[in-house]
């Protein structure tokens, strides 16, 4: 569907440059239409490049505009107090993760995220940002979302973060289980993961994604005031020593 649109868009800007080249009145449509038909059949790597210039302006514009929507939600992207977070508040590299426990490509970088904030214990702060998105609010990444954001009221979150991120299959039954070997009292886990307070800290993060166009899916990364979509570990190294150089 997308390729549909894109070569639409494509032949009738080369549809406009014809008509431009007639004078009024000189050819009626159907002249036109068969003009450009038999060029680009004539010519077909007009519409690739076409397209490739209208996917340039697509990309430059989406990026454009996902940095402008970082800008004007900095406080609640990086200095939300709900949020849990690990390094100094001050570090030279804000790190912002927004993830799924049931994205394969955020568990992938589980390991990659661990071994980040062990290396730079002074430079990097990681700001974790649920993003429930698979599977529904009333589905398994959810539920696995308010119980990591419970488990923080018991000074657990870390662990059972990177508990969650390593099962393959989550669900409720499981979760509780992990939360009690980690030694949550799991009564008082059920009772917060009901509270609505963070059902809501949950809904503000969804409401964040959706005004960051880029944000289609997770992981998503925000560095400073750069970001990352996607499990691209080599770039997120390379922005972090570029940013801790600079």
Same mark, same amino acid.
Not at 166 to 172: K, T, V
């Given at each position: 569907?997308?390729?549909?649109?894109?070569?639409?868009?494509?032949?009738?800007?080369?549809?406009?440059?014809?008509?431009?080249?007639?004078?009024?009145?000189?050819?009626?449509?159907?002249?036109?239409?068969?003009?450009?038909?038999?060029?680009?059949?004539?010519?077909?790597?007009?519409?690739?490049?076409?397209?490739?210039? !209208?996917?340039? +302006?697509?990309?430059?514009?989406?990026?454009?505009?996902?940095?402008?929507?970082?800008?004007?939600?900095?406080?609640?992207?990086?200095?939300?107090?709900?949020?849990?977070?690990? $390094?100094?508040?001050?570090?030279?590299?804000? !790190?912002?993760?927004?993830?799924?426990? &049931?994205?394969?490509?955020?568990?992938?970088?589980?390991?990659?995220?661990?071994?980040?904030?062990?290396?730079?214990?002074?430079?990097?702060?990681?700001?974790?940002?649920?993003?429930?998105?698979?599977?529904?609010?009333? $589905?398994?990444? *959810?539920?696995?979302?308010?119980?990591? !954001?419970?488990?923080?009221?018991?000074? +657990?979150?870390? +662990?059972? *973060?990177?508990?969650?991120?390593?099962?393959?299959?989550? &669900?409720?039954?499981?979760?509780?289980?992990?939360? +009690?070997?980690? $030694?949550? &009292?799991?009564?008082?886990?059920?009772?917060?993961?009901?509270?609505?307070?963070?059902?809501?800290?949950?809904?503000? &993060?969804?409401?964040? $994604?959706?005004?960051?166009?880029?944000?289609?899916?997770?992981?998503?990364?925000?560095?400073?005031?750069?970001?990352?979509?996607?499990?691209?570990?080599?770039?997120?190294?390379?922005?972090?020593?570029?940013?801790?150089?600079?």
């Amino acid at each position: 569907m997308k390729l549909f649109f894109r070569t639409a868009a494509a032949v009738s800007i080369l549809g406009l440059a014809a008509c431009a080249q007639a004078g009024p009145g000189d050819m009626s449509k159907a002249d036109v239409e068969a003009i450009v038909r038999a060029y680009l059949l004539e010519n077909p790597e007009i519409i690739r490049e076409a397209l490739i210039e !209208l996917d340039k +302006k697509s990309e430059q514009e989406e990026v454009q505009e996902t940095v402008d929507a970082i800008a004007d939600l900095s406080d609640q992207i990086f200095r939300d107090p709900r949020d849990y977070s690990i $390094g100094p508040k001050d570090a030279k590299i804000q !790190l912002v993760e927004f993830f799924d426990y &049931n994205c394969g490509f955020c568990k992938r970088s589980t390991e990659w995220m661990e071994e980040t904030i062990a290396k730079y214990p002074d430079d990097v702060r990681v700001v974790f940002k649920e993003l429930p998105v698979l599977t529904g609010i009333d $589905g398994t990444s *959810h539920m696995a979302a308010r119980a990591a !954001l419970a488990s923080a009221r018991q000074g +657990k979150y870390k +662990k059972m *973060h990177f508990a969650l991120m390593g099962e393959r299959s989550i &669900n409720e039954a499981r979760v509780l289980e992990i939360g +009690k070997n980690l $030694g949550l &009292n799991v009564d008082q886990l059920e009772r917060d993961m009901k509270d609505p307070a963070i059902a809501r800290q949950i809904q503000d &993060n969804l409401t964040i $994604g959706n005004r960051i166009p880029a944000l289609t899916g997770t992981p998503f990364f925000i560095l400073n005031d750069e970001f990352v979509s996607g499990a691209n570990l080599p770039k997120l190294d390379s922005l972090i020593a570029a940013g801790i150089k600079s």
